[in-house]
C-alpha cells in the first residue's frame, strides 16, 4: 500500500485537521467531533446537513459552505458516521427553522441518521431527509436495501442548498428533494479497485485488461466484467442504461455530471464527456448544464460515474447556475 499517510486509524481525524486549518475563513471542524461546519451561517433559514463515511472526498465536506451545506458528518472511511455526531451536525446548524438531512441509500447511514433525528426532535429541534437513490446499476446490494446512493448527492446539494437560501420551509425542501430525486440517475464503471488504508489492500481482484460496469462507491459488486473497452464503447453502454431508466424524448431538458472515482484523470474525463454528448445528441437531449469533475470519489478508485438529471423544473436549472462559496464546487 502506497499512500501519503501517518498512522492508518487516524486518516480522517488528521485529515480534517489539516481541512479545517487550511480554509479558517470558510469552514471549522466542531469541538470533539468529525463535523465540518461553516463559518457564514444565514439566520432564519432551514441548516442543511450530509455526511457519510469518509474516502468519497470532496464529498461531503467541500460541499460546506455559502449556497450549500451547513454542516457535513464524516464517518471513518466508508462507514457510517455515528448517531452522536450526527446530532452534534444538526444542532449546530440549526437557526431555529429546523434542518433538512441529506442521506445517500446505505443501510448504515439511513439507520444512523433517522436515529440522529429522533435524538433531534426530542430536543426540540424540526428535522425532515430525503434519502437519495441516485444508482441504477442495480438494487440489493451490499449494504443497501434498494439502489444505491452516489453522484446525484452532490446535484442534491446544490439545488437544496439554493432553495434553502431562497428562504424555502422545512415541508417545502421536503417537497422539492422528492421531485429532484425521481429525476436523478446515475451509473458508473471502476477500471480499479480502491485500498481503505487500514485494511491496507485493494477491495476486490480486477484484472489489467478488465473493467467493471456498475461498481459501487464502496467497491461493491456492479452487473458485468468485460475487457478493457473504448471510451466510446463505455459510454454507449452507460447511455443506453440512463436512456431505458428515463425513458426520454427527443426535446427533453438534461443537466449532466461526469465524475471521476477518484484516480481517472481529467484528461480521460473530457474524452468520455465528448462521447457522451454525441450520443446524447443523437437522442435531441437539449443539455443545458455540464459539469465534469472529481466530487464523488472512492478513495483511489479509477472509474467514473454519469450522472443525469431531467429539468422537469426550470429553475432547477438556476439552482445548479447560483455562486456558492464552498471548497469543492
Known sequence: MKKIINDPSQVVNDMLKGMSSAHPDLL????????????????????LVSGGGSGHEPS??????????????????????????????????DN???????????????MNFEMAQEFAEAEGIQTAAIVVDDDIAIEDSTFT???????????????????ADQGKSLSELSEIAEQVNAN?????????????????????????????????????????????KSSHDMAAELVQQLKKTFDW????EYAVLVNSMGGTPQMELYIFWNDVQALLAEDGLKIKWVKVDELMTS?????????????????WLTALQAPVDVLAW
Open 28 to 47: 471549522e471542524r466542531l469541538p470533539e467531533s468529525n463535523v465540518i461546519h461553516r463559518i457564514a451561517e444565514t439566520p432564519d433559514k432551514v441548516g
Open 249 to 252: 424524448q427527443a426535446g427533453d
Open 299 to 315: 478513495l483511489e478508485m479509477q472509474g467514473a460515474s454519469l450522472t443525469l438529471l431531467h429539468l422537469d423544473h426550470t429553475d
Open 184 to 228: 436523478l440517475n446515475t451509473i458508473g464503471l471502476a477500471l480499479t479497485a480502491a485500498t481503505v488504508p487500514e485494511v491496507g489492500k485493494p477491495g476486490f481482484d480486477i484484472a489489467d485488461d478488465e473493467f467493471e460496469f456498475g461498481i459501487g462507491i464502496h467497491g461493491e459488486p456492479g452487473y458485468r466484467r468485460e475487457k478493457i
Open 60 to 93: 461531503h465536506a467541500g460541499f460546506v459552505g455559502q449556497g450549500m451545506l451547513s454542516a457535513a458528518v464524516c464517518g471513518e472511511v466508508f462507514t457510517s458516521p455515528t448517531p452522536d455526531q450526527i446530532l452534534t451536525a444538526i444542532k449546530a446548524s
Open 145 to 163: 436495501a434498494g439502489k444505491r446512493g452516489v453522484a446525484g448527492t452532490v446535484l442534491m446539494h446544490k439545488i437544496m442548498g439554493y432553495y
Open 96 to 110: 431555529g427553522q429546523g434542518v433538512f438531512l441529506i442521506i445517500k441509500n446505505y443501510t448504515g447511514d439511513v
